[in-house]
């Protein structure tokens, strides 16, 4: 069967967000993460400024984005190694935190420039629907089938728990990452203090505090 004129369309659209990505990931501890990077990265790509425009209308927010779930992705292929079945719930989310932790840590460097742009205030709530995703995603890898409030706050905690735990291993290596990631699991008691009424952090505050983590961690 032929490709139809969508689906080439979004195949090539797919594979220059990738091109002007990985242009970008090389160009951004120089430049930062702002329009200047977009334009900078999409003319390495081979890019016009009309399909720059058509394919980030957005600029620096899509080229955000776009590597969140590609860290995303990376995270879920390495995840698919394990049996979540075989695991119980605290191994899960330990695993699944690792695994996006290391889809990170590839990109430290760019991911300092990215993190410092998704902090400004009007790119906050990008940032916490990212987060959100990620969490999303890793709890759907550990089986989570809650369709009640549950399903809500999970999510919120799990949130904090990467944002955080990235930020220290952005900023003071895996041994400290993998430390504060467990005393974070046992605070909420592997996750089963959530039946009782766990309050979901304040996650604008928990992202910015993180933030200033990565912003000062070491090269």
């Known amino acids: 069967m032929s490709q139809t004129a969508a689906e080439a369309t979004q195949d090539w659209a797919d594979k220059a967000e990738q091109r002007v990505l990985d242009e970008a990931l090389r160009l951004a501890p120089r430049l930062g993460w702002n329009a200047s990077l977009v334009r900078a990265a999409a003319a390495a790509a081979q890019l016009s400024p009309g399909e720059t425009d058509l394919l980030l209308p957005q600029g620096p927010r899509d080229l955000a984005a776009i590597l969140a779930r590609r860290h995303d992705a990376k995270a879920m292929e390495s995840l698919a190694r394990l049996d979540p079945a075989a695991l119980k719930i605290r191994q899960k989310i330990r695993e699944g935190v690792i695994a996006r932790i290391d889809a990170a ?66 900023a003071s290596g895996r041994e400290s990452a993998l430390k504060h990631l467990d005393a974070r699991i046992d605070g909420v008691m592997a996750f089963e203090k959530w039946k009782a009424g766990v309050k979901a952090p304040n996650l604008a505050a928990e992202f910015l505090s993180a933030l200033a983590k990565m912003r000062y961690a070491r090269s």
């Open 105 to 170: 840590a590839h990109d430290s460097q760019a991911v300092r420039r990215w993190a410092a742009f998704l902090a400004f205030p009007t790119n906050v709530p990008l940032a916490l629907s990212l987060l959100w995703e990620s969490a999303d995603q890793l709890w759907r890898w550990a089986g989570d089938v809650a369709t009640d409030e549950n399903h809500y706050s999970k999510r919120a905690i799990l949130s904090g728990i990467l944002v955080s735990t990235l930020a220290v291993d952005l």
